[in-house]
């Protein structure tokens, strides 16, 4: 057990039972996993109904997890990735099932010519990573990581399986927005939905606010090990490296180093459970976000030890049951636990963020708590 630090924020007494359970994360978490920093978000019907904070922003406890602290999310910015290359669907820039060469010739060398949009987006293109090591520093090297990603040949059959690309997919996703939209997607997210204290790629201005994170005490179990599940997660080059924190923050990785805040995040992929709308603005049709969450995979993933569920860059509830009660529900976890969704169903979508990681790739057992107060008070 540990003191309990103050909570902050709006709870409404219907809902009592999730704030029982953000302070017990901080006095009582399952397998000893106690918060550090958090906040936990939820949105439905276009309003904020909770939004709870509490803890530390640094290790040594001496600066206050407030309403302005970031939060590097890591995947869980997969989800914000997948809207972005949403909107390009609506606007007729792309189309889930054209092909990525038809826009990006240099993609199609080595037997890539004919893998779709959605497949890339849904990780059956066969690039979870480099497939042989490389300097962690090529990360940092857009135009050379790029070059390096099109010339590669897939580890598998296109279309055949889904293998999730941790890194990889941030740089071909990124780069697709940017031919056919013209802006990188940072700069596209700040000017499409200007006031969400939403960054990828952090200004240098900005770094005073981002928690300090206490990674995981123990190694993530990716079941079997193979070629594939190495270049993803193990292989040297498999991550950014050798740079610096400061470097990692500013550049874009639009898979990998969103920083936010919970309540943005609820927002933005609120668009998911509010048919399509941002807060009253259309932002997709019907059509798109039946197109952008439908399941495009489902079987067991060649690098998640887990049977997957892929729509076009978002993980489906389907036999998770990691967001609530709704298989249709979609969102994004990321490295030691935060995660975002959105449940249609039930008009909600909610965001968690902490700063004491997990070793768990998705379903953190923290989060999952908050959720299940969460459903059992609606």
């Known amino acids: 057990m540990t003191d309990l630090p103050d909570i902050h924020g709006v709870c409404p007494p219907q809902f009592a039972a999730v704030k029982d359970a953000f302070a017990a994360n901080f006095t009582d978490a399952p397998e000893g996993l106690n918060e550090q920093g958090a906040r ?24 206050p997890f407030g309403e302005r602290t970031l939060t590097p999310v890591f995947s869980t910015g997969k989800a914000v990735m997948a809207l972005l290359i949403a909107t390009c669907v609506e606007r007729g820039l792309l189309d889930y099932e054209a092909t990525v060469a038809s826009y990006w010739p240099a993609f199609g060398q080595a037997g890539k010519d004919q ?4 497949q890339m987006m849904s990780h059956q293109a066969g690039l979870p990573g480099f497939d042989t090591p490389e300097d962690p520093a090529i990360w940092f090297d857009r135009e050379a990581t790029l070059a390096r990603l099109c010339a590669q040949a897939p580890m598998w059959a296109p279309g055949t399986a889904s293998g999730y690309s941790p890194i990889v997919i941030g740089y071909l996703a990124g780069e697709l927005f940017r031919i056919v939209d013209g802006r990188t997607m940072g700069t596209a997210l ?48 498999s991550s950014p490296g050798g740079r610096g924190s400061t470097e990692w ?26 048919g399509g709308a941002f807060e009253g603005r259309p932002v997709l ?6 197109a952008a969450t439908r399941e495009r995979i489902h079987g067991q993933d060649r690098v998640l030890p887990y049977e997957m569920s892929w729509a076009a860059g978002f993980t489906r509830n389907a036999g998770l049951n990691i967001f609530g009660t709704n298989p249709d529900a979609v969102g994004h976890c990321g490295w030691g636990g935060s995660c975002v969704f959105a449940d249609p169903a039930k008009g909600l979508s909610a965001a968690y963020v902490m700063t004491r990681q997990s070793p768990h790739l998705i379903g953190d057992p923290r989060a999952q708590r908050l959720i299940r107060a969460l459903y059992g008070a609606l």
């Open 40 to 63: 936990f978000s939820v949105r439905m019907g276009g309003e904020t109904v909770i939004d709870l904070w509490g803890g530390s922003a640094d290790a040594a406890g001496t600066v």
């Open 190 to 237: 700040r000017e499409d939905f200007p006031g969400l204290d939403l960054w990828i790629g952090l200004p240098e201005a900005e770094h005073d606010r981002v928690a300090q994170m206490r990674k995981p005490a123990k190694a993530t179990n990716l079941g079997e090990i193979d070629a594939i599940k190495k270049a993803a997660f193990l292989d040297r080059g």
């Open 115 to 118: 893998i779709t949009v959605a």
């Open 285 to 290: 049709s019907p059509e798109v976000l039946a």
């Open 249 to 274: 923050r500013m550049i874009e990785i639009p898979s990998a180093n969103l920083h936010g805040t919970a309540p943005d995040l609820a927002r933005i992929v609120g668009i998911l459970a509010d």
